[in-house]
């Protein structure tokens, strides 16, 4: 019979001098073990135990990012300074993946860049912006593509402010109500 916890996973059928071992599905992605005891009728044979090994269940590959409205997605002033965050967390999930800067036809760009870090098991992405001289808002987009098949890519907008039309170096609120 399963010995302990493996009795919730290991089911076990004595035949004809045979036993027939069922193993039920791993939910978790960990290996597992359990011991099973066979113990002879004969007293003066000992008990023996036989070790029972499950590899752990396979994910899917998959990938996903902590970006919560790609479509949305990052904003940058017009200096290039990340109104929020400037870095994508990717979570990659038995694939590894790549990273590229598009305009909207998947030409690449040259105003932003991205730098991939995959050190660590948190892989992240990291935006560098130039500054915006145009008086335009511009819009690109970061690609995540996974290296294995059927794994959908995800594409994060990146917007960036037009230059203001003015020569002001001033970023913040002045106080200006001691001026006369």
């Known amino acids: 019979e399963a010995e302990g916890d493996a009795a919730s996973w290991i089911t ?3 035949g004809e001098g ?35 090994t499950q590899a752990g ?6 990938l996903s990012i902590n970006v919560e409205d790609p479509e949305t997605g990052l904003h940058f002033r017009a200096n290039g300074a990340a109104s929020d965050a400037g870095t994508i967390r990717v979570t990659a ?21 991205v730098a991939v870090n995959k050190e660590d098991g948190l ?21 995540i ?3 294995v098949e059927g794994v959908p890519e995800i594409r994060v907008t990146v917007t960036q ?12 609120d002045a106080d200006v109500s001691g001026m006369t």
């Open 18 to 52: 045979t036993l027939e071992v069922k193993v039920s599905d791993n939910p978790e992605t960990a290996e597992r073990s359990g011991n099973i005891v066979v113990t002879p009728s004969a007293e003066s044979v000992g008990a023996k135990a036989i070790r029972v």
């Open 57 to 62: 269940k396979v994910l899917p590959p998959s």
């Open 145 to 147: 593509t996974a290296t």
């Open 93 to 113: 999930v038995n694939t590894d993946w790549n990273a590229r800067a598009v305009d909207a036809e998947g030409n690449a760009v040259t105003w932003f860049s």
């Open 12 to 14: 076990v059928t004595p």
């Open 123 to 143: 892989s992240s992405i990291g935006l560098t912006v130039t500054k915006n001289e145009t008086y335009e808002e511009r819009v690109g987009y970061v690609v």
């Open 161 to 172: 402010d037009a230059a203001l039309e003015h020569l002001s170096t001033l970023t913040e």
